[in-house]
């Protein structure tokens, strides 16, 4: 049996380490593009919410009703999108959620 040189292990934990910090850089990429997608969403939302108000005077009661009328589309079957609460008047603004399905909430 050929004995393993202090030079081989050394290899195979340089090669492992470098695999983990890819993986590792891999997982940060995504966390960040997957921050800026619901940034995006949230001000997609917002600003067919605005537009609403300024075409019809009143915020929309749900989300829907910007998809059907308002062109807003983003991927539903990736994010979860919706408005926290009915705002207690019609001029205000409603609070605007946007999350990824699936994702644990922290």
């Known amino acids: 049996m050929k004995n393993i040189s202090k030079k081989d292990i050394a290899a195979v934990l340089i090669f492992v380490v470098l695999i983990v910090a890819f993986v590792l850089l891999i997982n940060n990429i995504t966390n960040k593009s997957d921050g800026r997608e619901l940034k995006i969403i949230k001000e997609a939302v917002k600003n067919a919410a605005l537009t609403c108000y300024v075409v019809e005077g009143t915020y929309p009661e749900d989300v829907q009703y910007l998809r059907d009328n308002y062109n807003l589309s983003y991927n539903q079957e990736k994010y979860f999108v ?25």
């Open 82 to 106: 919706s408005f926290r609460e009915k705002p207690f008047a019609s001029n205000v603004l409603p609070d605007i959620i946007v999350e990824v399905k699936g994702a644990e909430n922290k």
